[in-house]
């Protein structure tokens, strides 16, 4: 069965105390892996998409890995601005769903 | 600027009643998509529609419905209402294709007593 989980449920940082989100998934056959960041009360926003094991990608202080099993979240000095929660989802090959994990809240102490 | 619209960010509803949340997007997008989010359980999908009128089941259909007339529009019907149904439902749309990302409208979120 497709399945995504994510690591740690909660991070609590302190400004510029840089950390990793983790994403490990399994599917049936990988298209695409995206990271989206969830305010409280709002819809998630789209941050990137990965499509194949080693690729990068950067956006500010955050940039996302992808290898064959895993995916990480970055994050450099973070902010307090940065404090949020962010799921990472999976397409798989076949179909038009998207399989979400439950998400990493962040919270950024300034 | 891309936008996902929910008509209401709060509902109260009592069980039983027949609810409808409506859901417009202005990117010309083909897919439109209904999920719930629920502490722990991440988003999970309800229904989708990949065209006007046309419509798939997600993971999670039992007691919901959907209507698709228009392709900026998309609803979603909880037929009779009941307190399991209470959560934070999302609406979002993509465009055409199986690897391209989702725009998220800001959310409602319903409770029912």
């Known amino acids: 069965e497709d399945q995504v989980t994510q690591s740690p449920e909660a991070l609590r940082l302190q400004e510029g105390e840089s950390s990793s989100l983790n994403c490990s998934y399994t599917?049936?056959?990988?298209?695409?892996l995206f990271w989206y960041r969830q305010d409280p009360g709002k819809g998630p926003e789209f941050l990137f998409t990965?499509?194949?094991a080693g690729e990068e990608k950067e956006k500010e202080r955050l940039k996302a890995t992808l290898t064959k099993k895993e995916s990480f979240l970055h994050i450099t000095a973070p902010k307090p601005e940065d404090s949020a929660t962010y799921l990472c989802?999976?397409?798989?090959?076949?179909?038009?769903?998207?399989?979400f994990g439950a998400g990493t809240r962040l919270f950024v102490k300034a | 600027d891309v936008k996902v619209t929910q008509s209401s960010r709060y509902l109260v509803k009592r069980t039983g009643e027949k609810v409808f949340l409506e859901c417009v997007q202005d990117?010309?997008?083909?897919?439109m998509f209904w999920y719930r989010q629920d502490p722990g359980l991440g988003l999970r999908l309800i229904y989708f529609?990949?065209?006007?009128?046309?419509?798939e089941k997600g993971d999670i259909p039992e007691g919901y419905s959907v209507s698709r007339e228009k392709k900026e529009r998309f609803s979603l019907i909880l037929e009779s209402a009941s307190t399991n149904q209470t959560s934070m439902y999302l609406c979002?749309?993509?465009?055409?294709?199986?690897?391209?990302?989702?725009?998220f409208g800001q959310g409602t979120r319903l409770t029912v007593v």
């Open positions: 979002a749309s993509s465009l055409q294709g199986e690897n391209t990302e989702a725009f």
């Open positions: 989802a999976v397409h798989n090959t076949g179909g038009f769903k998207t399989i």
């Open positions: 529609s990949y065209d006007v009128k046309m419509k």
């Open positions: 599917v049936s056959g990988l298209r695409g």
């Open positions: 990117m010309d997008h083909e897919n």
């Open positions: 990965l499509y194949s």
